[in-house]
């Protein structure tokens, strides 16, 4: 078993930088994808961005190229969200999942460990 935590979240203006960091323990032996999603009010749960167990294979969401950064300390088994430029849209819960396929995917039900999210709210 993995247990997923995040961390980070928090209130920021529009335009302004926020970082997220996931930290996964237990079975942290094997190879983990990692990934962030967010969830807003009244919306499906959506893929942000996943990188893979060696940091080379990278994935982001249209929405969130250019201005999110995911990327990940594999001795202390953390994932970070360096998200800039931060819109109103963005306002969301985000939540960090791990999973031990061999490839990133963006379908929710594809990852198996989740976090309990951490809220990031932009205001305008």
């Known amino acids: 078993q993995v247990q997923v935590v995040e961390s980070g979240g928090g209130l920021v203006q529009a335009g302004g930088s926020l970082r997220l960091s996931c930290t996964a323990s237990?079975?942290?032996?094997?190879?983990?994808?990692m990934g962030w999603f967010r969830q807003a009010p009244g919306k499906d749960r959506e893929f942000v961005a996943g990188?893979?167990?060696?940091?080379?294979?990278?994935l982001y969401a249209d929405s969130v190229k250019g201005r999110f950064t995911i990327s990940r300390d594999g001795a202390k088994n953390t994932v970070y969200l360096q998200m800039n430029s931060l819109k109103p849209e963005d306002t969301a819960v985000y939540f960090c999942?791990?999973?031990?396929?061999?490839?990133?995917?963006?379908?929710?039900?594809?990852?198996?460990?989740w976090g309990q999210g951490t809220r990031v709210t932009v205001s305008s």
């Open positions: 990188i893979s167990w060696s940091g080379d294979d990278l």
């Open positions: 237990g079975r942290t032996s094997r190879k983990y994808l």
């Open positions: 999942a791990a999973d031990n396929g061999d490839q990133l995917k963006i379908v929710t039900a594809a990852w198996t460990f």
